[in-house]
Nanobody, 115 residues
Framework: QVQLVESGGGLVQPGGSLRLSCAASGSIFSTSLMGWYRQAPGKQRELVARFTSGGITNYANSVKGRFTISRDNAKNAVYLQMNSLKPEDTAVYFC?????????WGQGTQVTVSS
């Protein structure tokens, strides 16, 4: 069974930082391309950051230089370090695993950037 469990969301002031974590079941973590997406109210879900098959990281232009995706293979975990947060980063953030044409999703964690 595929399990992706996000944590680390919350309310933060503009300019602040948050670190999101995603715990993945072992089988999905080792055989998938992992990434983070987000969905703001009234908007489509969009890519934030991901690992490619070559181990390269891709970022949305809106978060480049502010967000960093990383992984800990020993813990089957993926992280998203978010710095210099802006109100427009407010969204539900989803952990994603892509394997053999199938997208798997966590339940999401809310990030709210507001003063």
């Amino acid at each position: 069974q595929v399990q992706l469990v996000e944590s680390g969301g919350g309310l933060v002031q503009p300019g602040g930082s948050l670190r999101l974590s995603c715990a993945a079941s072992g089988s999905i973590f080792s055989t998938s391309l992992m990434g983070w997406y987000r969905q703001a109210p009234g908007k489509q879900r969009e890519l934030v950051a991901r690992f490619t098959s070559g181990g390269i990281t891709n970022y949305a232009n809106s978060v480049k230089g502010r967000f960093t995706i990383s992984r800990d293979n020993a813990k089957n975990a993926v992280y998203l370090q978010m710095n210099s947060l802006k109100p427009e980063d407010t969204a539900v953030y989803f952990c994603n695993a892509f394997r053999m044409g199938t997208m798997y999703w966590g339940q999401g964690t809310q990030v709210t950037v507001s003063s």
